[in-house]
């Protein structure tokens, strides 16, 4: 099984200030068809988690810019250019390559200093 | 929009079953795979098990294989998770999940499961 690790585990952040996450495979997540199925999810507090970003850098429908995606191979970035108060909650990067066993990090919870 | 609502979630004893419901709205329900993840009381989230388009293939977490079923009906747009033989390990929120067949996108609500004697 593929093994995701995120760090770090808690990231206090000033508001207006950039955040980054980062997130290891435990294998390369390039796939056969040489997509690489590396999304990034958030959960606001009380609510389910929404998708983000997919495919590495792809913003998903209704996400605001200043999230963004980065990264290849094992090593994976989600960067906040600047934090807002409605950014607080728990990330997730989850991997799709070993479809249709999906796997998740342990979650990155992002708070406001 | 996609919507996805969950339902038969609950509090049950060890060894019981329950089945969850999730109806789906606002997009071609019988060309999507689907997905169930739950997350237990403030942890991470975990896959548990997908269905594909057509009910054709379905696929396990090992910590539920052999206990829990998924099934569809596309001609009511409704996914299933039949859970039998419940531990107290299984407590958790458990979301419906609209997935292709490498990513998943849009999520439920969530229904929770509380398995406790």
């Known amino acids: 099984d593929i093994v995701m690790t995120q760090t770090p585990l808690s990231s206090p952040v000033t508001l207006g200030q950039p955040a980054s996450i980062s997130c290891r495979s435990s294998?390369?997540?390039?796939?056969?068809?040489?997509?690489?199925?590396l999304s990034w999810l958030q959960q606001r507090p009380g609510q389910p988690p929404r998708l983000l970003i997919y495919?590495?850098?792809n913003r998903f429908s209704g996400v605001p810019d200043r999230f963004s995606g980065s990264g290849a191979g094992t090593d994976f970035t989600l960067k906040i250019s600047r934090v807002e108060a409605e950014d607080v909650g728990v990330y997730y990067c989850?991997?799709?390559?070993?479809?249709?066993?999906?796997?998740f990090g342990q979650g990155t919870r992002l708070e406001i200093k | 929009q996609v919507q996805l609502v969950e339902s038969g979630g609950g509090v049950v004893q060890p060894e019981m079953s329950l089945r969850l419901s999730c109806a789906a709205s606002?997009?071609?329900?019988?060309?999507?795979?689907m997905h169930w993840v739950r997350q237990a009381p403030g942890k991470g989230l975990e896959w548990v098990a997908v269905?594909?388009?057509?009910?054709?293939?379905?696929y396990y977490a090992d910590s539920v294989k052999g206990r829990f079923t998924i099934s569809r009906d596309n001609s009511k747009n409704t996914l299933y998770l039949q859970m039998n033989s419940l531990r107290a390990e299984d407590t958790a929120m458990y979301y419906c999940?609209?997935?292709?067949?490498?990513?998943?996108?849009?999520w439920g609500q969530g229904t929770p499961v509380t398995v406790s004697s």
């Open positions: 989850m991997q799709g390559t070993l479809f249709p066993l999906i796997t």
């Open positions: 606002g997009f071609a329900f019988s060309s999507y795979g």
């Open positions: 294998q390369s997540l390039v796939h056969s068809d040489g997509n690489t199925y």
């Open positions: 999940v609209r997935g292709s067949t490498t990513e998943i996108d849009y």
């Open positions: 269905i594909w388009y057509d009910g054709s293939n379905k």
């Open positions: 495919r590495i850098s």
